[in-house]
């Protein structure tokens, strides 16, 4: 738990969310501005910054949040049309909460390959 972290706040249950799924490694919750039909966050419950912060111990839990956003896909009945993943880094990525988090957007077909 780090102090000031809105998605810290969301897993330890201080602040609301549409949780969708959770489990001892992560959480994952419907994003407050979806872009598409589906928008989930897939963030692992330890703190970690970014990409940038991943850690060779941390691997099973970056592989993890795939499982669930595959599990989540499926739920959501996205799987078979497709769906985008996406990790924005830092600045030049877009990143605006600095924990880590894999969006899962689907339910609509993306115009753009990188929008
Ligand atoms: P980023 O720009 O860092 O990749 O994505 C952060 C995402 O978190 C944005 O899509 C934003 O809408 C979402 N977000 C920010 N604050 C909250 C919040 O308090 N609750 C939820 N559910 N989503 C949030
Ligand atoms: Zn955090």
Redesign the pocket.
């Known amino acids: 738990m780090t102090d000031h972290c809105?998605f810290c706040k969301?897993i330890a249950r201080e602040?609301r969310?549409d949780i969708v799924y959770h489990d001892e490694q992560v959480t994952a919750?419907?994003?407050?501005?979806p872009v598409a039909p589906t928008h989930i966050?897939i963030v692992p419950n330890k703190h970690i910054e970014s990409v940038n912060a991943v850690a060779p111990e941390d691997e099973p839990l970056m592989g993890h949040l795939f499982t669930v956003a595959g599990k989540l896909a499926r739920e959501e009945g996205i799987h078979h049309n497709g769906y985008r993943l996406i990790v924005?880094t830092g600045a030049d990525g877009?990143?605006?909460?600095f924990h880590l988090?894999l969006?899962l957007i689907g339910g609509q077909r993306m115009q753009h390959p990188m929008g």
């Open positions: 809105i969301i602040a969310a919750f419907r994003d407050i501005h966050l924005n877009g990143q605006t909460v988090h969006h």
